[in-house]
């Protein structure tokens, strides 16, 4: 058992750059596309992804320290920080618990795929920390093992029941054509933005505003151009972070860059994954008449979009902001204020794109994070101490960008208060769902059709 843990972990280790294009390699000549055209397929994503990474590394490097030097310039003193998800998914993995979540999540995928109650075939199993992060926190509470294994099947379940239904939202906003976002940071804003889309849909006034990228650049000419923007925003997050003109300006055009480039190399990585969501679909057509199936990819495919990008820029003093004044609030946020594109990258999906309504539901996503980061701080804690990650004195830590979204407070406290019976109602309410979704719903869709 260790030996395939220690397996699992090494390949885990290799990163997404590499491990992706394996997985997807394989899943490409198990679909029968050529060899030659899967490895091509497949190299082609990992450059791509080594070129996304590149440019969110260019973004965090950037704006990290410009968010870190606004935290000083506000005076902010809160008790817990918030250590961003490259922390958390290290906790995560490092339990004994975590350690399993790959196994346990491409176990469940392969299950609810075979049944149909799922139409996501998640190639991006790096983000199974999310399940592991959960697991983990319901082990420190209940300390039962098999609850926490259950808790995992159970998340995941969520994710890609969310992941079925953001998908077509996903797919007609960003053009990404057969993929859905099983992420655990992202695909919870479905439930989120939909009622908030809603309202928005009917207060007068509100209604009217329709403010796209597309819109801005129409108005504003030069000024809407995406660089453009991504200048202006870097400009004032350096004049908030009291950077002299120099250090200023170059963090100005680094933000240009980011919303110039990223696109790009997401058209990369579009590229190679096209051959090989046309051979999965093709396959499943041919095996299971009448179904469709998503490749389930990281939403940092969506991260690039102007709307998401910019949204978020504009989030990061307004995060700072909010965290002072909201009332009750311990989290100091730091970690993940350069994942907050992740983070909206669904709502704004819902959003149609629109970058006035994505601040919106944005402010009430870090809003509701904020509150649940606060909450869940102490097990973070707990689970941090358990994966032995290094701590400095008696702090508390959480994080923004998992420990911060409504399914941890809701199937963290249903097991804190429930435990079993908690947990298990969560999975028989979702399975239910996925059958209506994935079965009754789609055969409805097929006759209206």
């Known amino acids: 058992m260790e030996t395939i843990t220690n397996g699992l972990q090494w390949f885990v280790n290799l990163g997404a750059s590499v491990m992706l294009p394996i ?3 394989i899943f490409a000549l198990f679909f029968k596309i050529k060899p ?30 410009a968010a870190q030097d606004m935290v ?14 490259p922390a958390a998914s290290a906790i995560a993995y490092g339990t004994v618990l975590g350690s399993l979540a790959i196994p346990v999540g491409v176990l469940a995928n392969v299950v609810l795929l075979f049944f149909g109650l799922t139409k996501t075939l998640d190639v991006d199993v790096w983000n199974y920390w999310h399940i592991a992060f959960t697991g983990s926190l319901v082990y420190i509470v209940s300390h039962d093992f098999a609850l926490g294994l259950f808790t995992m099947v159970v998340h995941v379940m969520i994710i890609y029941l969310l992941a079925d239904m953001a998908a077509p939202a996903i ?3 960003y053009g990404l054509e057969g993929i859905s976002f099983p992420q655990g940071a992202s695909a919870p804003g479905y439930l989120l933005a939909l009622p908030l889309n809603w309202l928005m849909d009917r207060i007068p006034g509100i209604n009217k505003i329709k403010l796209t990228p597309e819109t801005i650049q129409k108005k504003m000419g030069i000024f809407g151009d995406s660089g453009v923007m991504g200048l202006i925003i870097g400009i004032v997050i350096g004049a908030l972070a009291r950077y002299d003109i120099t250090k200023t300006l170059q963090l100005g055009v680094s933000t240009a860059a980011v919303l110039i480039l990223m696109p790009r190399m997401v058209s990369l990585l579009m590229e190679g994954l096209a051959p090989i969501s046309e051979g999965a679909n ?14 389930g990819m990281d939403s940092a495919l969506a991260a690039g979009n102007s709307t998401v990008l910019s949204s978020a820029l504009i989030l990061v003093p307004l995060t700072l902001i909010i965290a002072v004044i909201t009332p009750g609030n311990s989290v100091l946020p730091f970690g993940d204020l350069a994942t907050l594109p992740y983070m909206i990258a669904v709502m704004a999906a819902v959003f149609r794109g629109d970058i006035f309504r994505t601040i919106i539901g944005g402010i009430v996503n870090i809003v509701a994070s904020l ?12 689970s941090a101490k358990a994966a032995h990650f290094a701590m400095q004195g008696n702090s508390s830590i959480s994080v923004l960008s998992d420990g911060g979204v409504w399914t941890t407070w809701v199937i963290v406290g249903l097991g804190k208060i429930m435990s079993w019976g908690g947990i298990g109602i969560i999975g028989i309410v979702t399975l239910a769902i996925m059958v209506w979704y994935n079965k009754f719903r789609s055969k409805k869709l097929v006759k209206a059709n």
């Open 282 to 295: 093709t396959f499943v057509k041919a095996k299971f008449p009448g179904r469709d199936l998503y490749i």
């Open 36 to 65: 030659s055209k899967a490895f091509k397929s497949g190299l082609t994503i990992g450059i791509g992804f080594i070129g996304l990474n590149l440019i969110i590394g260019l973004l965090t490097k950037n704006l990290g320290p």
């Open 171 to 173: 797919q007609k906003t």
């Open 23 to 25: 997985i997807l390699f």
């Open 371 to 382: 509150y649940i980061a606060s909450w869940v701080a102490p097990l973070v804690t707990q």
């Open 72 to 85: 000083k310039n506000f005076g902010l003193h809160l008790g817990t920080i918030d250590i961003g998800w």
